[in-house]
């Protein structure tokens, strides 16, 4: 039976050990197959029964969730980009302000059984929410949670004939819930419209006419009217008008780019100036933006080592924290005759400050943001566990066509044993007519250039890490590199075995061809704040020739180049610079084009360019959109700059809360003190977390290199 995926925002839910509760108690209703939470960006995936109602559905999913959250909100796909308005937030915060009222005045006006009722009432009108669901929390069998520990906290003060700081804490307690659930959902939803790219509506033009419609409901050959200020809705040729389209939030590009009458635009830019008609070249879900999305969405489920260890750890913290509170009031009067009021106390000071939220809110939050920074930067990377791993890097491999190149070579020369130069040139590229390889494009433009028919050759296959196959006029011909052309016992002349590509028919060779593609702008640079950023071993691997690699490596300062090699010895070439990396990484980055295998094999691969190639995007752990290896370094500056920020805030929250224990140990914190250790710390924590995506690596060049190209 086949399943539907929904994806829906949630509001109101911020602790992990909650989500993961309510995600298994979803798994039970008759229609659901799998529930997972995402935090960092606020979102549940479904997988459920196809053909099941989605409201009645989504209904049902936040009854269940309000069992163990009651601040729990589903917002519904019709809400995207809304700022969903969560009831239960806005009663704890009409609740906490009234209850605040109720205490001044108990403080200022009254006295005896009046103050106390007045006291009891602002904590009943403040703690309503959180007694409620720690009763429902009970029932369930669940005792370690920030509900149960905050109100047997609070009781237990009342008990010990500290009803005012019991009734002022819970106030402060719900009002720093209340603001820290609202600044975690702006987090998100900042985090989020960093990286969402998705177009909303599309005019499609019928019979000259626009009609609105969804990007959805667009297919090839479609027209379509982009009108300035609008995203482009899908892949698309510019067929009419002249424009500037700001592709930034796709590619990191910062200055637009000029656009007419045959230009190719991308989904999910945006058009500047001018109105724009264009035809439609890919559905919506083939195009650029879409799979850029779909990077994005699959993010979550893929966590840093640091997030999985803070998950682990905050499943012991409580129960130890609750257990030392135990012994805190136990101990001293059973063993020294020491007052039980006095530790009874301390030890529910311990228990409020048991409660890891401002790890497991703030840790994720960072991660989160930090792939949108380095989204924001060109570098889009499939989840927070190759974000680390980016950090860490300590080797790389760079194949050369696409790479550390343009990817548009030129051909140069043609030679040709017996054939005359265009009729050598007609019959490579009848070979290459079905190649994507820069190579084969480069041969098939100069044919067309100077005019030459050229029809698509038969038989045609490509021969992975060699070159092509196929017969012409009813006889089989070989193209490709040297390698090939040894295969086929077809003889290089000397002179010509630095060619680019050999011709060869029944084992005589015919003629060669040979191309020259130039360095990119940036590429000395950009490696050479890669080595900076920690990646000290830095190697070219190609399929090329050794005269060619030679060629595009010089002046680079690269620690190693191997040349002539097939996809397989490409995979062995980066196990043997596993060594350079230590306990680091070795990230490789290639163009997509014939590198899957060995993208798979890195710690990280990085595909350049990715908005062309499908194979880049499925083999790949990360993307650098606009092409550019000085956006790769800043992709690596971000992500080291995202672990040091994690490590920061969990350093803090720990010593913060140590510190905390410590002096209640001695007398000199009390509840007040508590709450901030864990509300008031959580918000500080969310709010540094939230700095990354405003953190520029550009401010930062300087230190590290010179000579970057200006954006």
């Not at 995600?23 to 549940?44: I, M, Q």
């Not at 998950?311 to 257990?323: G, H, I």
């Not at 005759?337 to 960072?366: D, E, K, M, N």
């Not at 017969?471 to 680019?500: H, R, W």
Request: hydrophobic share 50%.
């Amino acid at each position: 039976m086949s399943s539907a995926i929904y994806r829906w925002p949630v509001e109101g839910l911020a602790c992990p050990d909650c989500a993961r509760k309510i995600a298994r108690e979803l798994t039970f209703l008759p229609d659901v197959r799998s529930a997972a939470f995402d935090l960092s960006r606020g979102l549940l995936t479904l997988s459920a029964r196809d053909g099941a109602d989605e409201a009645a559905l989504r209904r049902q999913c936040q009854k269940v969730g309000r069992q163990i959250e009651p601040t729990l909100t589903i917002v519904g796909p019709q809400a995207r980009g809304t700022m969903p308005k969560n009831a239960f937030l806005g009663a704890a915060l009409r609740s906490g302000l009234l209850a605040g009222a109720v205490l001044l005045f108990a403080g200022l006006c009254a006295s005896g059984a009046l103050r106390t009722f007045l006291l009891f009432a602002g904590w009943a009108t403040a703690g309503w929410t959180t007694v409620r669901a720690a009763c429902r929390t009970v029932r369930r069998g669940d005792f370690f949670n920030e509900f149960v520990l905050m109100t047997a906290a609070t009781l237990g003060a009342w008990c010990l004939g500290q009803g005012a700081e019991a009734a002022s804490v819970m106030v402060f307690y719900q009002l720093g819930e209340a603001l820290q659930s609202l600044a975690v959902a702006k987090s998100r939803r900042d985090i989020a419209a960093l990286m969402d790219i998705r177009p909303e509506t599309a005019h499609l033009l019928r019979n000259g006419e626009p009609v609105t419609a969804t990007p959805q409901e667009l297919r090839p050959g479609d027209t379509v009217a982009v009108l300035p200020g609008e995203k482009v809705p899908a892949d698309a040729v510019v067929t009419d008008g002249r424009s500037s389209i700001d592709s930034s939030a796709l590619t990191g590009e910062s200055l637009p780019e000029d656009v007419t009458v045959g230009s190719p635009l991308l989904g999910g830019t945006l058009n500047l100036t001018g109105r724009l008609e264009a035809k439609v070249t890919a559905p919506f879900s083939g195009s650029a933006v879409a799979r850029v999305l779909a990077m994005v969405e699959g993010a979550g489920s893929r966590k840093a080592r640091l997030e999985r260890f803070i998950t682990r750890f905050a499943r012991y913290y409580t129960p130890a924290v609750f257990a030392a509170a135990l012994l805190t009031a136990l101990l001293p009067p059973l063993l020294f005759l020491q007052p039980w009021a006095v530790w009874a106390y301390r030890g529910l000071v311990f228990l409020v400050i048991s409660c890891p939220c401002a790890l497991v809110i703030a840790v994720p939050l960072t991660f989160f943001a930090g792939l949108g920074a380095a989204s924001r930067h060109g570098v889009v990377v499939k989840g927070s566990t190759y974000l680390e791993a980016l950090a860490r890097v300590r080797a790389a491999a760079f194949d050369k066509t696409g790479t550390i190149t343009t990817g548009r070579p030129a051909v140069t020369a043609i030679r040709g044993a017996s054939l005359a130069e265009n009729d050598l040139l007609a019959l490579a590229a009848s070979l290459e007519s079905g190649s994507n390889h820069p190579m084969a494009q480069a041969v098939v433009r100069l044919a067309a250039s100077r005019g030459l028919a050229v029809s698509r050759a038969g038989d045609l296959q490509e021969l992975p890490g060699r070159g092509v196959t196929g017969s012409v006029n009813g006889e089989t011909y070989f193209l490709g590199n040297s390698a090939l052309m040894a295969d086929q016992g077809a003889k290089i002349p000397d002179e010509f075995a630095d060619a680019s590509i050999h011709l060869c028919r029944s084992g005589e060779w015919i003629g060669c061809l040979s191309a020259a593609d130039s360095v990119k702008p940036d590429a000395a640079s950009g490696l050479k704040a890669l080595r900076h950023l920690g990646a000290g071993f830095q190697a070219m691997v190609t399929g090329d020739s050794k005269s060619a690699a030679d060629a595009a490596s010089s002046g680079l300062e690269l620690d190693e180049v191997k040349a002539c090699l097939l996809p397989d010895e490409k995979v062995l070439s980066l196990d043997g610079f596993r060594q350079y990396a230590g306990s680091g990484s070795l990230i490789f980055v290639g163009d997509g084009i014939n590198d899957a295998p060995v993208l798979a094999a890195a710690d990280v691969g990085v595909a350049m360019g990715g908005l062309g190639s499908d194979a880049a995007v499925e083999a790949s752990d990360a993307v650098v959109m606009n092409d550019k290896l000085t956006s790769l370094a800043d992709g690596v500056s971000v992500a080291q700059h995202t672990v040091r920020v994690a490590r920061c805030i969990v350093a803090a929250v720990l010593a913060v809360k140590a510190g905390v224990m410590i002096l209640d140990l001695f007398g000199l914190a009390d509840m007040w003190l508590a709450v901030f250790a864990d509300v008031g710390v959580t918000m500080v924590a969310v709010g540094v977390a939230l700095s990354i995506i405003r953190w520029c690596p550009h401010r930062h060049r300087n230190c590290y290199c010179s000579g970057f190209e200006s954006r």
